[in-house]
């Protein structure tokens, strides 16, 4: 049984291949640091585009009803992209219901995979924009926007974050890319329409 991991998921830079380290509190803020955290949310968003948004009512009871359970124990058990085994997590479900099949132990491994790309992802942003809410810096603002603009259909909920923060961030240099996000045909409504409110204040 194997599945290849994301690419854009393997080596990422050190302090941020924990899955379950605080990553936040032992960051110093520096240009470096910066760079390379734009680094790894553009890598992040791209594993999310690449795997599958599963629904967890795809799966068995005892999967769906401890969904952040599971998630959580296997990042504690596989912590790291690099070593991951799909044959951990099909061990435990086969604890659970030994009928469980290698289709849905790969289907819910896209999703695990997914999850915690975004989650990184989603830290990675927290992480950058408390840097610069203390520290402004053209540079990592122009690069997020960069990153944001190939990545915005990667997930709907990360995208209005990302948008609003440079929105808050830096209004003027940001306007062009809300406006063109909200009126792009690929937009979810409910994206489109949270943009065009924001742009109307």
Excluded at 132 to 161: C, K, M, N, Y
Aim: aromatic share 8%; net charge negative.
């Amino acid at each position: 049984m194997k599945l290849i991991v994301p690419v854009s998921l393997l080596d990422l830079p050190e302090r941020w291949q924990n899955l379950k380290a605080d990553v936040e509190e032992e960051l110093v803020d520096s240009d470096e640091t910066r760079a390379t955290a734009l680094q790894v949310l553009d890598r992040c968003l791209q594993a999310v585009e690449e795997l599958p948004d599963v629904s967890p009512d795809e799966f068995p009871d005892f999967i769906t009803d401890a969904w952040s359970l599971w998630a959580s124990s296997f990042a504690t058990l596989m912590p790291r992209f690099d070593v991951f085994r799909m044959e951990t997590i099909a061990e435990a479900f086969r604890k659970q219901d030994p009928g469980v099949t290698d289709a849905l132990v790969h289907r819910y491994t896209l999703a695990w995979l997914r999850k915690q790309a975004l989650d990184l992802a989603n830290t990675v942003k927290s992480w950058l924009f408390a840097s610069l809410r203390a520290s402004p810096d053209v540079e990592t603002l122009d690069g997020l926007s960069s990153i944001v603009a190939r990545h915005w259909r990667a997930d709907q909920g990360l995208a209005f974050s990302l948008l609003h923060n440079l929105w808050v961030l830096d209004r003027q240099g940001s306007t062009a890319l809300l406006e063109e996000v909200a009126a792009s045909p690929g937009a979810p409504t409910e994206l489109a329409t949270e943009l065009k409110q924001l742009l109307a204040q």
